[in-house]
Each structure stands twice: as structure tokens, then as C-alpha cells.
């Protein structure tokens, strides 16, 4: 099975300064997606930016870009010219690329509180 | 596209009621999972649809929990009889197939549950 791990439960960040999220995971497959989900105080659970795991370029999203080491299972995002509204919890999930019944799921990690200080 | 379409947003019950969420799918979509999030234990996967058959229900807590899909843009998730340890968001997702649009799974906006 595979697992997500967010090693900051909590980080704050000055605005317009930059910012790196981490998160490790494990698993045996070749072939995945990694997302980063934002969930604001609305709790609605919002979409970040996707990698696809044979991709080797790192994915790109405006201000947001992802890190991303297939050897080392690291997928870390980084948050550029932070602002106040990207204060939110961020969570860090996993999906397999195959469609393998049982298998369609998005596992997430714990999750990191993002504040942003003004 | 309208999204991931659930209801009630908010729901304040009393102990033993039996409540019922719902959920509207994107169309089109291929896959129906239901997660439920607590400060104590986070995201978790209560069971998820492909074609409107149930694949895994492993994260069903226990048999007070139901869930159905008639068809392809509805589902249903029913607790009874609910308890406190209940309260949670309660939240529907969507995707196509996950070879299709970037594997990409949709959350709907989350039904807020307390049981009182």
C-alpha cells in the first residue's frame, strides 16, 4: 500500500516571500500522479497543481511549482510571492496512473497548516 | 461544468436520527468516492464507486454506515443511527477513468455534519 507523508504540521511565511511545502511518500509503483490540494478555511478541498510521475519535468502552476525526485520519493511544493489568500492547509496525495481495481484511490498525507503573515 | 454538487452543506442532528447525504457527480465521470475528514484522523476514504458498483468499502466504519449509487449522477451516504463521533465534513469526489484528464479526482464542496 502506499503512504504520504507531511513532516510540517505547521509553516508560516512572510508575505510575498517564498515558500517550500515537503512531502515524501512510498510505494512500489513506477507509474503515478502526485497532486498538492489546498483546503482553505471553507474546507473546500481545491486542486494545486498535478505531476505525473513520468514526467520528468517539474509541473508548474503560476506562483506554484512542485519539486519533484522520483528516485528519492520526494514531492515538495513551493509557493512563490506568497499571499494572504494562500493561507490554507495544504495536503500532499497520491493516485496510482493504473487503473487496477482497488487501486483508484487518492491517498493523502496529514497535511501542513500554511499561515501567512501579513 | 457545475462540479461536484453534495447536500446538505450543513446538517445539525440529534443522536440516533439517521442521516442522509448526497452527491451529484460530474458527468461523465467514471468514479464516486466518499472521504470523511476529523481533526483526530484526517482524510479518509469511506468507499468509492467505478460505474456505480462498489469497489472498496473497506473504510465504511461500521454497519450504521450505508452508502448507494442508482445511477450514474447520484449517490446516496446514510448514517443511522448516527452518533457524535459522527461529526465530521463529510466530502463527495469525482473523476474519470485514470487514464483520461490528467487522473484528476474532483471534490464536491463537503457536507458539515454534527451530531448533537
Known amino acids: 500500500a502506499q503512504t504520504v507523508t507531511q513532516s510540517q504540521p505547521e509553516m508560516s511565511v512572510q508575505e510575498a516571500e517564498t515558500v517550500t511545502l515537503s512531502c515524501t511518500y512510498d510505494?512500489?509503483?513506477?507509474?503515478?500522479?502526485l497532486f498538492w490540494y489546498k483546503q482553505p478555511p471553507s474546507r473546500q478541498m481545491i486542486l494545486v497543481i498535478r505531476?505525473?510521475?513520468?514526467?520528468?519535468q517539474n509541473a508548474t502552476e503560476n506562483r506554484f511549482s512542485v519539486n519533484f525526485q522520483k528516485a528519492a520519493k520526494s514531492f515538495s511544493l513551493k509557493i512563490s510571492d506568497s499571499q494572504l489568500g494562500d493561507a490554507a492547509m495544504y495536503f500532499c496525495?497520491?493516485?496510482?496512473?493504473?487503473?487496477?481495481?482497488?487501486?483508484?484511490?487518492?491517498?493523502f498525507g496529514t497535511g501542513t497548516r500554511l499561515t501567512i503573515i501579513p | 461544468d457545475a462540479g461536484v454538487i453534495q447536500s446538505p452543506r450543513h446538517e445539525v442532528t440529534e443522536m440516533g436520527q439517521e442521516v442522509t447525504l448526497r452527491c451529484k457527480p460530474i458527468?461523465?465521470?467514471?468514479?464516486l468516492f466518499w472521504y470523511r475528514q476529523t481533526m483526530m484522523r484526517g482524510l479518509e476514504l469511506l468507499i468509492y464507486?467505478?460505474?456505480?458498483?462498489?469497489?472498496?468499502d473497506s473504510g465504511m466504519p461500521e454497519d450504521r454506515f450505508s452508502a448507494k449509487m442508482p445511477n450514474a449522477s447520484f449517490s446516496t451516504l446514510k448514517i443511522q443511527p448516527s452518533e457524535p463521533r459522527d461529526s465530521a465534513v463529510y466530502f463527495c469526489?469525482?473523476?474519470?477513468?485514470?487514464?483520461?484528464?490528467?487522473?484528476?479526482?474532483?471534490f464536491g464542496e463537503g457536507s458539515w455534519l454534527t451530531v448533537v
Open positions: 469526489a469525482s473523476s474519470p477513468l485514470t487514464l483520461r484528464s490528467g487522473n484528476t479526482i474532483y
Open positions: 510505494t512500489s509503483e513506477s507509474d503515478y500522479y
Open positions: 505531476q505525473e510521475a513520468y514526467k520528468q
Open positions: 496525495a497520491y493516485r496510482s496512473l493504473l487503473s487496477n481495481f482497488g487501486n483508484e484511490k487518492l491517498t
Open positions: 458527468s461523465g465521470h467514471d468514479y
Open positions: 464507486f467505478n460505474n456505480n458498483v462498489p469497489i472498496d
